[in-house]
């Protein structure tokens, strides 16, 4: 076995504790929070702040999220004010598409290229024990 096979294999188990260890640390943390939510309650949609006698504050925050059929909706609130229209279109890039365009049709690419911001993302790992 190489060197760099051996700092690879250290690198991987290294990896995969860091890995569970922050999987447990996030389960301790939600429990943490639940017990919090059960001594404290916690408002449907809203914040509630909890000051504490030694100068921690916990600040409980409910949210409710929406959704709906949004060509019902959009369609029920066309003739309301545009301060009260509660469905917006969003445009945004298919990264698929995007893709695709750059890597077979370098000539549609050269054409929106400039209008572009690439910018390289965080590299993901995965690392999986083989089954054998």
Known sequence: MSNTETQLIALAEAWTQAKETERAAN???IKIEEDIIAITGAKED??????LP??????????LTYKGD???IAEQTADWPDQF????TKLELDEPK???IRDV??????????????KQAKTGILIERSKS
């Open 46 to 51: 809203g914040r509630e702040t909890h000051n």
């Open 54 to 63: 030694d100068g921690l504050k916990i600040i409980v925050v409910g949210k």
């Open 105 to 118: 049709n370098p000539s549609l690419w050269k054409r929106i290229a400039e209008y572009i911001d690439t």
């Open 98 to 100: 995007i893709r695709k």
């Open 70 to 72: 949004l060509v019902e």
């Open 85 to 88: 229209k509660i469905v917006r």
């Open 27 to 29: 389960a301790a943390r």
